[in-house]
């Protein structure tokens, strides 16, 4: 399919260019006309003879005395491109009685649309004086009873018998493809009715492409269609200056309206391109360094919207267009290489007509715009044809793709409540199980500890194997109470049971249990300001235990300190130091995830929980908690509460007046210690 498109492109391309011109459309030499104007539409461009070489001209007096071998045809010729030099055309007129062809007016009609500035003499023969004349482009400003028009329209006059010279001269930062007609009036309104219906539908589809496959990349997330619907755009903008509709509208208000529109639409046609084909033909997954250079130009090209009302432009399409065919051809070659690799005929082959032939299209109007392709119908038209025809192919695929998305969705939808029900099931599962362990697992500990105090002079080998039972149930009973706090922690139901508690003997306290219960571990309070937080003393109890926990298990043997300072925002920082190795750079930002063990961690008892449920009751706190390592080892975990300033003032002035500063009880609102 793909083959034969571009077969039949290519074929009508060099016929376009190469084939043979009938005789309506050979050059003339001279454009013989009545009095009063022709009565049908004439083809000027058959005429007109265009300056080719260097030569500097003042004013239109000294072209009809320049030798006829530095001019050249203007039909089906390639044009100047981008030049900042002054274009001169002529033709010989001459103005013979022709009754029976004679209309009532005639208008001349000069495209394109983006050219600025257009002077049109009619000279006589002798070229020694202006019969008339005409100033006319899209910076000059429409004078009061001026034809208003897409395109730039102006009324031929009525000349006596005799020849003349027809001079016009151009100036412009755009492409120099120019376009003449001379139309009797009755063409022209005919011409203007239908011009002005097509191009306005023409404008109206790609706004409706636009916003369609906008919202559609927005709630994709694909970014491919969010830059197809930016190039849509850019051909909006493009067409809204090129039909001449930006000139008509914003002309009275702004004369670099029409050059500002069509060079941004020309600028963000090129980069969105670039960007669109790169995301279709996956460059940023499978080659980084292309893609790079991808993006890099695209931003470039884009930003050449900056130029579009200045001579600067011409530099500019100088600079990108012929890398833009280039990148163009070679995305081109990248998407046949692909779809030769992945052996997707269809869509490959899909992919290829309904962006492969409006990438040639676009490369062949880049070609004419730059003046290496000569300007004829094929190659004036083929843009605009190859981009309706990428606009209902891509419609196509993308109605496709929406219909796949939805029933992706639909099916997404469907797992997740199916996830959802079974991770309901599992936590009610680990729950109900946690709980039934609890029952036998004390049951285990205390006969341990009974049987303990009646076997004191029983054999070494028996209290061993008595210690051996009691150390491994302690473990299994921790884990149980791990997994039953996540999955209390999980469940949306999940509320804590606070209360105003003094910090700073709550520490205290729970050192102390910690060195009864283990004797071994060197744990010390070094600072503790007098702080009021309201916490749930159960869920902070096992957090803070956890984090000793993990300093016995990853640093046995480390001093172990721990600090609580009060800030003066609202917050009381507490750290949990220890004096181990530290955790390794590559585990540091996974180890708050449930079931992540460390590389260091594999001949260590447990699970990856203990860490990870402390940050749950810190974050049910309204706090936060951050690990860090020294450059030397050791690993600080900071916590971050909020306290109460109240009752931390009252606390404060109480102790100052002679209160004990030990106690722990529970502070309730209006009570003294």
Same mark, same amino acid.
């Given at each position: 399919?793909?083959?034969?498109?571009?077969?039949?492109?290519?074929?009508?391309?060099?016929? #376009?260019?190469?084939? $043979?011109? !009938? *005789?309506?459309? +050979?050059? /003339?030499?001279? %454009?013989?006309?009545?009095?009063? &104007?022709?009565?049908?539409?004439?083809?000027?461009?058959?005429?007109?003879?265009?300056?080719?070489?260097?030569?500097?001209?003042?004013? #239109?007096?000294?072209? $009809?005395? !320049? *030798?006829?071998? +530095?001019? /050249?045809?203007? %039909?089906?010729?390639?044009?100047? &491109?981008?030049?900042?030099?002054?274009?001169?055309?002529?033709?010989?007129?001459?103005?013979?009685?022709?009754?029976?062809?004679?209309?009532?007016?005639?208008?001349?009609? !000069?495209?394109?649309?983006?050219?600025?500035?257009?002077?049109?003499?009619?000279?006589?023969?002798?070229?020694?004086?202006?019969?008339?004349?005409?100033?006319?482009?899209?910076?000059?400003?429409?004078?009061?009873?001026?034809?208003?028009?897409?395109?730039?329209?102006?009324?031929?006059?009525?000349?006596?018998?005799?020849?003349?010279?027809?001079?016009?001269?151009?100036?412009?930062?755009?492409?120099?493809?120019?376009?003449?007609?001379?139309?009797?009036?009755?063409?022209?309104?005919?011409?203007?009715?239908?011009?002005?219906?097509?191009?306005?539908?023409?404008?109206?589809?790609?706004?409706?492409?636009?916003?369609?496959?906008?919202?559609?990349?927005?709630?994709?997330?694909?970014?491919?269609?969010?830059?197809?619907?930016?190039?849509?755009?850019?051909?909006?903008?493009?067409?809204?200056?090129?039909?001449?509709?930006?000139?008509?509208?914003?002309?009275?208000?702004?004369?670099?309206?029409?050059?500002?529109?069509?060079?941004?639409?020309?600028?963000?046609?090129?980069?969105?391109?670039?960007?669109?084909?790169?995301?279709?033909?996956?460059?940023?997954?499978?080659?980084?360094?292309?893609?790079?250079?991808?993006?890099?130009?695209?931003?470039?090209?884009?930003?050449?919207?900056?130029?579009?009302?200045?001579?600067?432009?011409?530099?500019?399409?100088?600079?990108?267009?012929?890398?833009?065919?280039?990148?163009?051809?070679?995305?081109?070659?990248?998407?046949?290489?692909?779809?030769?690799?992945?052996?997707?005929?269809?869509?490959?082959?899909?992919?290829?007509?309904?962006?492969?032939?409006?990438?040639?299209?676009?490369?062949?109007?880049?070609?004419?715009?730059?003046?290496?392709?000569?300007?004829?119908?094929?190659?004036?038209?083929?843009?605009?044809?190859?981009?309706?025809?990428?606009?209902?192919?891509?419609?196509?695929?993308?109605?496709?793709?929406?219909?796949?998305?939805?029933?992706?969705?639909?099916?997404?939808?469907?797992?997740?409540?199916?996830?959802?029900?079974?991770?309901?099931?599992?936590?009610?599962?680990?729950?109900?199980?946690?709980?039934?362990?609890?029952?036998?697992?004390?049951?285990?500990?205390?006969?341990?500890?009974?049987?303990?105090?009646?076997?004191?002079?029983?054999?070494?080998?028996?209290?061993?194997?008595?210690?051996?039972?009691?150390?491994?149930?302690?473990?299994?009973?921790?884990?149980?109470?791990?997994?039953?706090?996540?999955?209390?922690?999980?469940?949306?139901?999940?509320?804590?049971?606070?209360?105003?508690?003094?910090?700073?003997?709550?520490?205290?306290?729970?050192?102390?249990?910690?060195?009864?219960?283990?004797?071994?571990?060197?744990?010390?309070?070094?600072?503790?300001?007098?702080?009021?937080?309201?916490?749930?003393?159960?869920?902070?109890?096992?957090?803070?235990?956890?984090?000793?926990?993990?300093?016995?298990?990853?640093?046995?043997?480390?001093?172990?300190?721990?600090?609580?300072?009060?800030?003066?925002?609202?917050?009381?920082?507490?750290?949990?130091?220890?004096?181990?190795?530290?955790?390794?750079?590559?585990?540091?930002?996974?180890?708050?995830?449930?079931?992540?063990?460390?590389?260091?961690?594999?001949?260590?008892?447990?699970?990856?929980?203990?860490?990870?449920?402390?940050?749950?009751?810190?974050?049910?706190?309204?706090?936060?908690?951050?690990?860090?390592?020294?450059?030397?080892?050791?690993?600080?975990?900071?916590?971050?509460?909020?306290?109460?300033?109240?009752?931390?003032?009252?606390?404060?002035?109480?102790?100052?007046?002679?209160?004990?500063?030990?106690?722990?009880?529970?502070?309730?609102?209006?009570?003294?210690?």
């Amino acid at each position: 399919m793909f083959l034969f498109a571009m077969l039949i492109v290519t074929a009508s391309g060099i016929f #376009a260019v190469y084939g $043979p011109k !009938i *005789a309506a459309h +050979e050059v /003339a030499k001279t %454009l013989v006309l009545p009095p009063s &104007g022709p009565a049908e539409v004439i083809n000027l461009n058959r005429y007109l003879t265009r300056l080719v070489t260097d030569r500097k001209v003042e004013s #239109a007096f000294k072209i $009809p005395s !320049i *030798a006829e071998s +530095e001019f /050249a045809s203007v %039909l089906e010729a390639r044009g100047p &491109g981008y030049t900042d030099r002054t274009i001169w055309y002529r033709a010989l007129v001459k103005i013979v009685d022709q009754p029976g062809r004679t209309g009532r007016s005639a208008f001349i009609d !000069i495209g394109q649309v983006y050219l600025n500035d257009i002077e049109i003499s009619i000279l006589s023969n002798d070229a020694r004086q202006i019969i008339w004349q005409e100033h006319l482009g899209d910076r000059i400003p429409r004078a009061k009873g001026g034809q208003h028009n897409l395109s730039h329209v102006a009324e031929w006059p009525k000349l006596s018998l005799g020849e003349y010279w027809l001079v016009i001269e151009v100036n412009t930062n755009s492409a120099h493809v120019f376009e003449a007609e001379l139309l009797p009036d009755t063409a022209l309104i005919t011409k203007s009715g239908s011009n002005s219906f097509i191009k306005g539908a023409t404008l109206g589809v790609l706004l409706l492409a636009f916003g369609i496959y906008f919202a559609f990349g927005v709630m994709s997330g694909d970014r491919s269609v969010l830059w197809y619907s930016g190039y849509i755009f850019a051909l909006f903008l493009i067409s809204f200056g090129v039909t001449g509709y930006a000139q008509l509208i914003f002309k009275p208000f702004w004369s670099l309206a029409s050059d500002f529109v069509t060079g941004t639409g020309t600028a963000f046609a090129l980069g969105t391109s670039i960007m669109m084909w790169s995301y279709m033909t996956r460059l940023d997954r499978e080659n980084r360094p292309l893609f790079r250079i991808m993006v890099g130009y695209s931003v470039l090209a884009m930003a050449g919207f900056l130029t579009a009302t200045s001579d600067w432009y011409i530099l500019y399409a100088k600079v990108f267009f012929g890398p833009q065919i280039f990148l163009l051809a070679v995305l081109l070659i990248n998407l046949m290489y692909r779809g030769y690799r992945q052996k997707h005929t269809f869509q490959m082959s899909y992919l290829m007509v309904a962006l492969g032939v409006p990438t040639i299209g676009a490369m062949a109007h880049l070609l004419l715009l730059i003046g290496w392709l000569p300007v004829n119908g094929f190659t004036t038209s083929i843009f605009a044809l190859s981009s309706f025809i990428q606009l209902v192919l891509v419609a196509i695929a993308m109605a496709y793709r929406t219909y796949g998305v939805i029933n992706r969705r639909v099916d997404a939808l469907a797992s997740a409540q199916r996830a959802d029900q079974l991770a309901s099931e599992q936590r009610t599962f680990i729950t109900m199980l946690s709980h039934e362990f609890r029952t036998p697992l004390a049951i285990i500990q205390r006969s341990a500890e009974i049987l303990g105090l009646h076997l004191q002079k029983e054999p070494e080998s028996v209290l061993n194997r008595l210690s051996t039972i009691q150390s491994n149930a302690r473990q299994l009973s921790g884990l149980v109470d791990a997994f039953l706090t996540k999955e209390t922690l999980d469940s949306a139901t999940f509320t804590t049971t606070r209360e105003a508690v003094a910090f700073d003997a709550f520490l205290r306290d729970l050192i102390a249990q910690r060195q009864r219960e283990v004797p071994g571990q060197n744990i010390s309070l070094i600072q503790s300001d007098v702080v009021i937080v309201e916490i749930d003393r159960i869920l902070m109890e096992r957090a803070l235990i956890n984090l000793i926990e993990n300093a016995r298990k990853y640093a046995p043997g480390a001093a172990v300190w721990i600090s609580a300072e009060r800030a003066a925002n609202g917050y009381v920082y507490i750290r949990v130091v220890d004096e181990g190795p530290g955790i390794a750079s590559d585990d540091l930002q996974n180890v708050l995830n449930a079931f992540y063990r460390g590389r260091d961690s594999v001949k260590i008892q447990g699970v990856g929980l203990g860490l990870h449920l402390t940050k749950r009751i810190i974050e049910a706190h309204d706090g936060s908690l951050s690990i860090s390592v020294g450059e030397e080892g050791g690993t600080t975990i900071l916590i971050k509460l909020p306290y109460d300033r109240d009752m931390t003032v009252l606390r404060n002035s109480e102790s100052r007046a002679g209160f004990p500063l030990g106690y722990t009880e529970t502070l309730h609102d209006g009570e003294r210690p």
